[in-house]
């Protein structure tokens, strides 16, 4: 079965400091994945994806993300955190083959604030 | 339009009585999602479209949530006899074709439902 897991419930930062939001993934084949970020009262938009190729992925905001498939991770960052950047964030992923509708699975979401 | 557009965005229900949620997905998009989001839960996977193929119903709770999707396009929830654990964000999602070709997946701004 698919599977995500975000350890942190909550990740504090000071503004212009580098961030991190983990995630970890379990899947039986080869991964989808993805980040969502949930701003206050707001639905999901989407930061980046990855599919396929570099493990390193640029997406929106200047957000980035590492597949590192060893470690069944893909962690998201950002070389310099603002405060705009305080929200909800969901890891996810689906399966490239298998049994899944394609369908993705959420992690439960980690809350990042970003302190001035 | 240029996103998913859902409504209502906010609806409060009395206990007992049905309710239905509306998704219009965007235009050319084949597969559509319901997730429901509820306060420390994270995002479930409700019932999955794609084109014309039988629904993926995998993640409805009870035998109380229904959904079709009228031409290929427009989607409703019902939500019959509404529970106060009803009470959560419903979103919707659709995507080119279903995720398994790693397409992305838009959400809307979700309908908040409230049963008191």
């Known amino acids: 079965a698919q599977s995500v897991a975000q350890p942190e419930d909550q990740v504090n930062v000071a503004e212009g400091n580098p961030l991190t939001v983990k995630c970890t993934y379990s899947?039986?084949?080869?991964?989808?994945l993805f980040w969502y970020v949930q701003y206050p009262n707001r639905g999901l938009q989407f930061l980046l994806k990855?599919?396929?190729?570099?493990?390193l992925v640029k997406g929106s905001y200047g957000f980035e993300a590492e597949f590192n498939k060893s470690q069944t991770s893909f962690h998201l960052k950002k070389p310099s955190a603002l405060v705009s950047d305080s929200a909800l964030y969901f890891c996810?992923?689906?399966?490239?083959?298998?049994?899944?509708?394609?369908?993705?699975?959420f992690g439960k979401g980690t809350k990042l604030s970003v302190k001035p | 339009g240029a996103g998913v557009s859902q409504s209502p965005s906010n609806k409060v229900t009395e206990k007992g009585k049905d309710v239905e949620l509306r998704c219009d997905p965007i235009?050319?998009?084949?597969?559509l999602y319901w997730y429901r989001q509820s306060l420390g839960q994270g995002l479930e996977f409700l019932i999955y479209?794609?084109?014309?193929?039988?629904?993926?119903k995998s993640g409805l709770p009870s035998d109380r949530f229904s959904a079709e999707r009228t031409g290929g396009s427009v989607s409703t929830l019902t939500i019959q006899r509404t529970q106060q654990e009803d009470s959560a964000v419903y979103l919707c999602?659709?995507?080119?074709?279903?995720?398994?070709?790693?397409?992305?997946?838009?959400f809307g701004e979700g309908s908040w439902l409230t049963v008191v």
């Open positions: 999602a659709s995507s080119p074709t279903q995720d398994r070709s790693g397409n992305t997946i838009y």
């Open positions: 899947v039986s084949g080869n991964p989808y």
């Open positions: 990855y599919i396929t190729g570099d493990n």
């Open positions: 996810a992923v689906t399966e490239r083959y298998g049994g899944s509708q394609g369908n993705l699975i």
């Open positions: 235009s050319g998009h084949t597969a």
């Open positions: 479209f794609q084109g014309n193929s039988a629904p993926d």
